[in-house]
């Protein structure tokens, strides 16, 4: 089994190859379409030899150009858990309109039961497991592998963890611990590799996220919350405005995200 990670848009997506076929987990905003084929050229693997796209859930920057995917050939794998979801962003790109959006087709999605989801990846070779992890968001779903790696989409990093125990996160992420996950590939974070004696191994130190950076973060997002306008906050913090509308579209699409999710998120943009 090969793991890849596409790097072509500001949401970490991963093709998974198993030896009866190939899954996609995740995809990037509309309009990125031409960046994601690019990206599959250059591991030397076609779009249309794509088999399945699973989608954690159904958010603007994980599902915009699903349908398109899957016009070259790959089935859309819809969890029963994300059966009222699939929907829930045609609105959003509408309003949007910056680029060209595809709403799914029902028609080609095949709904599958968390419960079964091991039989459905022996369908392409992969073993492992789909789980239901809300906190994020109520469709929430992680993949989980047999041999370690974990795809948890936007979960919250396990950095973040002290910050949501006893909420729906730590109960979701207490149950992919449970599993024993050695690897763990983010929707905006780095890949963390977990040590056998720790499994919050590789948290990034809080001293670490205790710099300039953060702390402009910090504030700004305390003059969101106030509901103050972006030129307002650009005077108060001197932060640019590129900057602001970016910690602002993450903040407000990506709920219960910490300041260092949003650093994450800015940080893979300008990669």
Not at 126 to 148: A, F, K, Q, R
Request: aromatic share 8%; charged share 30%; proline share 3%.
């Amino acid at each position: 089994m090969k793991i890849y990670e596409l790097k072509y848009s500001n949401t970490n997506t991963y093709l998974i190859e198993g030896s009866k076929g190939k899954l996609l987990f995740d995809t990037g905003w509309a309009g990125t379409f031409p960046l994601f084929c690019q990206s599959c050229g250059a591991i030397h693997i076609p779009v249309q030899d794509i088999d399945c796209l699973l989608i954690s859930h159904f958010h603007p920057d994980h599902c915009g150009i699903a349908q398109e995917i899957a016009d070259k050939g790959a089935t859309i794998i819809a969890m029963d858990v994300q059966k009222d979801y699939i929907h829930s962003s045609d609105a959003i790109f509408e309003k949007e309109k910056r680029n060209r959006f595809f709403p799914v087709n029902d028609s080609k999605v095949r709904f599958v039961n968390c419960k079964d989801s091991r039989d459905f990846l022996k369908e392409i070779g992969i073993d492992g497991e789909i789980i239901h992890t809300p906190g994020h968001s109520d469709d929430s779903v992680s993949l989980m592998l047999d041999s370690g790696e974990l795809f948890v989409g936007d979960l919250n990093p396990l950095y973040e963890l002290d910050l949501h125990k006893g909420t729906q996160i730590g109960e979701s992420w207490d149950k992919l611990l449970a599993l024993n996950p050695k690897k763990v590939y983010y929707g905006h974070a780095k890949t963390a590799i977990l040590s056998g004696e720790s499994r919050a191994a590789e948290q990034k130190d809080t001293a670490d996220s205790a710099d300039d950076k953060y702390e402009l973060v910090s504030q700004i997002m305390k003059f969101i919350d106030k509901g103050y306008p972006l030129e307002k906050i650009r005077k108060k913090t001197g932060a640019d405005n590129v900057f602001i509308e970016d910690v602002t579209r993450m903040y407000l699409t990506h709920q219960n995200v910490g300041v260092q999710g949003i650093l994450d998120r800015i940080e893979i943009k300008g990669r």
